[in-house]
């Protein structure tokens, strides 16, 4: 399978438990990004990385929340304490440099923080 | 900022009926524009998008999209639906170029959900 490949699926956690997730892109693409989904939702930004590195965070990413991307491969994505509104889908996706490409999107991980 | 609107939360067709998704966007300067669907507890799949050229984009599925720059719309469409068709489907877009009010990632719509009655 060469798609964007999220690990786990699901999550369940205590509040107040730290969580990462994984993503694995599609290998030769060079962007790679993060989204949360609410139901009812659409997807809203996190961040997004260029190879390695952090290029631009949302508002949305509080102190909690860390992305990394080492070696410009695979991302993980960490919530520290985390919180009943941290529930959510968390999507992650990958595309080619060029602005006019589209990103593709990996399955999800849905959290539920109880 | 850029954003999207997606006027209608559900449209409900019938099969083999056309169908029509609309979405209406803000961006500074010229847009891609971007069609997803999804389906229930699975990721976005890419349709179709609009980057530049003809105004009547063609995609997977048989669905097409209609961009029109005087009324900054992007709907979706298709001319016989199929139960099948029925899902989550969302409208992004992009700035062509990047500037100072524009941002890298796509923003999405908050989606329509398609059901398509047999």
């Known amino acids: 399978d060469t798609g964007v490949s999220q690990d786990p699926r699901h999550k369940i956690t205590k509040r107040g438990q730290n969580v990462t997730f994984r993503c694995d892109p599609i290998?030769?693409?060079?962007?790679l990004y993060w989204y949360r989904q609410t139901l009812g939702q659409g997807p809203e930004f996190l961040t997004y990385?260029?190879?390695?590195?952090?290029?631009?965070k949302s508002r949305l990413l509080s102190d909690r929340f860390s992305a990394e991307r080492p070696k410009g491969s695979f991302s993980t994505l960490e919530i520290q304490r985390t919180e009943q509104g941290d529930s959510a889908m968390y999507l992650c996706?990958?595309?080619?440099?060029?602005?006019?490409?589209?990103?593709?999107f990996g399955q999800g991980t849905r959290l539920t923080v109880v | 900022a850029q954003s999207v609107a997606q006027p209608e939360d559900q449209v409900n067709v019938a099969e083999g009926n056309p169908l029509t998704v609309k979405c209406t966007y803000s961006?500074?300067?010229?847009?891609?524009l971007f069609w997803y669907v999804q389906y229930p507890n699975r990721g976005l799949q890419f349709l179709l998008k609009?980057?530049?050229?003809?105004?009547l984009v063609k995609g997977s599925y048989g669905f097409e999209a209609e961009f029109n720059k005087s009324q900054t719309s992007f709907h979706l469409k298709k001319p016989s639906a199929l139960v099948s068709d029925s899902a989550l489907y969302f409208c992004?877009?992009?700035?062509?170029?990047?500037?100072?009010?524009?941002?890298?990632?796509?923003?999405f719509g908050s989606g329509t959900q398609l059901t398509v009655l047999p």
């Open positions: 609009y980057i530049t050229g003809d105004n």
């Open positions: 992004a877009v992009r700035a062509a170029l990047i500037s100072s009010g524009s941002a890298r990632q796509l923003t």
């Open positions: 290998s030769e693409h060079n962007r």
């Open positions: 961006v500074s300067g010229n847009p891609y």
């Open positions: 990385f260029q190879n390695e590195a952090q290029l631009e």
């Open positions: 996706a990958s595309s080619f440099e060029r602005m006019n490409t589209e990103a593709f």
